[in-house]
């Protein structure tokens, strides 16, 4: 069965847990070790207001250090699209989707027609994205479906489906959604195949993040994720099949 990531980071972990900058050839090895065929990854940098010249180097390098398997998504921090509000930096052929951070940006809160027209655009360009979701005001997956809801094209993960409940009825609601097990619990995975829709799940990590709330290794802490998986018999489709669906549309 092919291992395929849809949540990964390079860069500065930016937790006081664990104060790490991740190098690309870094977070490379490890998913070769772990056996890991093809990933999403975006750069934590983007939200240390680092320039926009390291995020594209983290992109390169990461690529360059595992292969083909590396698919870079463009994290759009507030002061890179107000530079280039017509994302001209997609059309480079580097980036394959966009990534957004509430926490980062707060587009929810405080600039929602910047994200819908962001939206519009990715959605016109058939370029897939990554909304980070979760406990946290602008992040909870019903105050984001609206958007999803207004733009039915566009192929969006609800990364960490969290609250899983939650999700799970945004999930009903839009065909287009997606989400990831990025910090989930695997024993929530038989309520996503119970409610019908683990055809929409990615199987997903958060690389390097668990280095800020777990103790032992990475390589330790993916292997852990991996068991997980396993015990809990994550199908097919979640582990890669899914993955290229959100990835490619198909």
């Given amino acids: 069965m092919k291992i395929c990531d849809a949540h990964v980071h390079v860069g500065d972990i930016g937790d006081e847990r664990s104060v790490k900058d991740f190098k690309a050839s870094e977070i490379a090895e490890i998913l070769k ?36 398997g590396a698919h870079a998504f463009y994290w759009l921090a507030g002061r890179f699209y107000d530079a280039d509000p017509d994302l001209k930096t997609l059309n480079s052929g580097l980036w394959e989707g966009v990534k957004l951070h509430e926490k980062e940006t707060p587009w929810v809160k405080k600039r929602p027609k910047d994200l819908d027209r962001i939206l519009s655009l990715l959605e016109e360009r058939g370029v897939p994205v990554q909304f980070h979701t979760g406990e946290d005001a602008g992040c909870y997956p019903h105050e984001l479906l609206p958007f999803a809801k207004r733009h039915p094209r566009l192929r969006i993960d609800f990364a960490h489906c969290r609250p899983v409940r ?5 999930l009903k609601e839009c065909p287009n959604l997606f989400t990831d097990t990025a910090f989930m619990s695997p024993e929530s995975y038989p309520e996503l195949v119970a409610a019908g829709v683990e055809d929409r799940v990615m199987f997903g990590t958060d690389l390097p993040l668990q280095a800020g709330f777990y103790e032992g290794t990475i ?25 290229f669906r959100f990835l ?3």
């Fill in 248 to 250: 490619r549309g198909r």
């Fill in 33 to 68: 070790r772990q056996g890991v065929d093809e990933f999403i990854f975006s750069s934590m940098n983007a939200q240390k207001g680092l320039p926009f010249e390291t995020i594209e180097r983290d992109a390169v390098e990461t690529k360059a250090a595992f292969g083909e």
């Fill in 166 to 170: 939650e999700t799970i009825d945004c």
């Fill in 219 to 243: 390589d330790e802490l993916y292997a852990n994720d991996l068991e997980g998986a396993k015990e809990y018999g994550y199908s097919e489709a979640v582990m890669s099949g899914n993955f």
